[in-house]
């Protein structure tokens, strides 16, 4: 007997009521894992494919189809047979599974579950998560009147049956996973992220979860380079007006009266719609149920709302969100944080992308009062104060915006010039794509924090107003300038959008089609484009760093991480 089975008495959770969800045996055995994942997955809602879940679900093809029968226990006879696909639960243990073969020979039962890879070389014969799986299995069996001996992992990789022996050590071990997992969800507690642990960079949930991000702030240890994956899929727009867009198969079709453009669903992160487009019920559902947000806009590039499915169903860290907004105190610490780093940041862009045929007179009195403004938002007194040296900062930095565009007559470049911020409208062209670019980065943003489960809706700094993303609009201070404004600056000064790809209509200027595409494509580009993150050192896309941003917030809004990082690149 190890050290361990001596620590351990078998006693079972309570019986669950009919208020208390049954746990699934699968969630019993990433508890064993990992008691974070179980908790992300189970209690928060979180999933994530990865190659290594994609191919569990393949190995399961064949047995989730079912087939076969369980007779009754009283039926059990000496035949063999086998019954596939049985769902079965215990009150008293509170538990459900799922189970994937049931051998039966000579009245016993036996649990087979399935497992994608090789049987792994371990003394007993599977690892603890899966032995446990199997024991929860066995477990419901019993308390429904089967008899079983003895459970058993096929795996499908190998090709190989190990038999799983159901010792006391086991029934405890699994007794005791099923108590610990189900407490946590009663209480609301979830279990710190593993530390420095091999299981991390291979878990599905590691974007997520970010273990390493959070033990940085915790425990001080340098993250090692958890890259977070990009996600393939992207973003497909359509903007040609009477465009039909419609569902075939796994597929999307974009039909307009000149060409049809089929796409697959796969690939597709949201779908971001200009102007009288319409789309077919079929899709529209499709997409909902695939969690993919359609963005609505108007035909001159106004956002006006979603469409989206069930959206994350994480209502604990939206109610740690609630409780954020509502406290005076930690909105306006977040809020003089979230103001110093959009100056900081506005400085940081006039410092890279001051021209110098634009003559250096000013820069240095310009980066000189951002600096100060950033270092006084530090201190305000109020929300009225930090907007008042928001006002300041926009000002000095809109005052100079010029300074980063190509002068007339540079090579690739045509008449741009701009003086000072306006809109609503926007009666320039360089504001109209300033405003198109801010509509493009709120619209990311807030399908950003919807799915990472916070409220778009309700801001620390930007207050809750009817249809304002106010949240959204938080995250987006610091990255105005590194990404709407680099985008316009970039599709000015590439010879990307032209002066004629304008339209003005009385004192409002706005982008014809040909120019919206151009600087829509330049922002695709722009969240594309890869950089370090300042804090954890480690490279990922743009589009990628909002979403570790969002995610680091909710942490921060369920007290893992005290103070939120705002994005600051040097
Ligand atoms: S990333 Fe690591 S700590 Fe987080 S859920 Fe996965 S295994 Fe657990």
Known sequence: MSDRSQLILPIPPPPADAMTPFVPARMVNEWVYCPRLAYLEWVEGEWADSADTVQGKRAHTRVDKGGGRLPAPDELDEEMSQARSVTMSSERLGVIAKMDVLDIRDGVVMPVD????????????????????????????????????????????????????????????????????????????????????????????????????????????????????????????????????????????????????????????QVALFGPVSVTTPALHALMRAEIPVSWFSTGGWFLGHTIGTGNGNVAVREAQYRAAFSERRSLSFARDLVNAKVRNSRTMLRRNWRPERGAEDKQDAMAGLKRIARRALHADDAQQLLGFEGEAAAIYFSQFEKMLAPSGSEGFDEFSFTTRNRRPPTDPVNAMLSLAYALLARTLTTTVSATGLDPYMGL?????????????????????????????????????????????????????????????????????????????????????????????????QGEIVKYPHYLPR
């Open 114 to 269: 399935f497992k994608k890879g090789k049987r792994p070389h371990v003394a007993a014969g599977a690892y603890e998560p899966e032995r446990v799986q199997v024991c929860v299995q066995a477990m419901i069996l019993e308390d429904n009147g089967y008899e079983v001996e003895q459970g058993a992992i096929w795996y499908v990789g190998s090709r190989e049956r190990v038999r799983v022996n159901l010792d006391e050590e086991l029934r405890a071990r699994t007794l005791e996973a099923v108590r610990d997992l189900r407490g946590a969800a009663q209480t609301r507690t979830r279990p710190a992220p593993l530390e420095n642990s091999p299981k991390c960079p291979r878990c599905s949930l590691a974007g997520i979860c970010l273990p390493d991000e959070t033990n940085l702030f915790n425990r001080g240890y340098p993250p090692r380079p958890l890259n977070p994956s990009d996600d393939p899929a992207l973003p497909l727009y359509v903007q040609t007006p009477r465009t039909r867009l419609r569902k075939k198969g796994e597929r999307l079709i974009v039909e307009s009266q000149d060409e049809t453009v089929e796409v697959r669903m796969i690939d597709v992160s």
């Open 461 to 557: 700094y930007h207050r809750p107003r009817h249809g304002r993303p106010a949240l959204a609009l938080d995250l987006m201070e610091p990255f105005r300038a590194i990404l709407a404004d680099s985008c316009v600056i970039q599709a000015v000064n590439n010879g990307e959008v032209k002066p004629n790809d304008f339209v003005s209509n009385g004192p409002a200027c706005s982008l014809k089609p040909k120019g919206r595409k151009a600087l829509i494509a330049a922002f695709e580009r722009r969240l594309d484009q890869v950089a370090t993150h300042p804090l954890f050192g480690y490279r990922v896309s743009m589009r990628r760093m909002l979403e570790v941003q969002a995610r680091l917030l909710a942490r921060h809004f």
